[in-house]
């Protein structure tokens, strides 16, 4: 197949969005990786996830919002799933204002406002700063369903050694983010038990 010099590999691709956004940071055996550093990753990522935004490139700003947001995801994450995995870095931080940052990425979906115009009341509704920030805003909103809503009971943080991943249990059995993890614990399982009969 030839490769495409646009084509990436993301973590977790079959994911819903907020679970995707989350696993931009990732871990191998060489450390932890984040796959959002350029507005280009960011471009990239909206893409492959598919959030619209008209075409619009993604400038720095909206990158820092996106990073944030993705931030701020992780660590309501890791406050549902009490998480305490060292590797993810994300239990650590102000909860506080986790919140506040994912409520302000949300403020950017349009809306209903009311304006006073010559003594008159009228109905507009609010644009988004740009189509990105709107993107953003709905991932944010995604998000906010996610954390607050009957799925968070099911969100887990993958107990695999040395994963920082986050993923909704979508079955009783399932126990790690992907069939990567299942397999590398598995091996380890099987390592372990062959070493302890020698
Ligand atoms: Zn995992």
């Known amino acids: 197949m030839p490769e495409d010099a646009t084509a990436r590999e993301w973590m977790l691709a079959e994911e819903a969005v907020p679970i995707r956004l989350m696993a931009t940071i990732w871990a191998d055996v060489a450390g932890v990786h984040d796959d959002l550093c350029t ?3 960011l471009d990239a990522w909206l893409d492959a996830t598919a959030v619209d935004r008209s075409g619009q490139g993604c400038t720095s700003a909206e990158l820092d919002l996106a990073r944030r947001l993705r931030d701020a995801v992780r660590r309501l994450a890791a406050q549902v799933t009490g998480d305490d995995r060292e590797a993810a870095r994300s239990a650590t931080g102000d909860a506080r204002a986790a919140v506040r940052d994912l409520n302000e990425v949300a403020a950017h979906l349009p809306g209903p406002r009311i ?3 010559d003594g008159v009341l009228q109905c507009t509704t609010s644009a988004p700063g740009s189509a990105v920030t709107g993107a953003l805003a709905r991932v944010a909103a995604e998000s906010i369903a996610l954390l607050g809503g009957p799925d968070a009971d099911m969100l887990r943080a993958c107990r695999a050694p040395g994963c920082v991943l986050y993923f909704v249990k979508t079955h009783p059995r399932r126990e790690w983010c992907s069939v990567t993890c299942g397999n590398r614990v598995r091996a380890a399982r099987r390592y ?5 009969v020698r």
Do not use: G, N, P
């Open 115 to 117: 304006m006073l115009a």
């Open 192 to 196: 372990e038990k062959v070493r302890s």
């Open 39 to 41: 507005a280009d990753d």
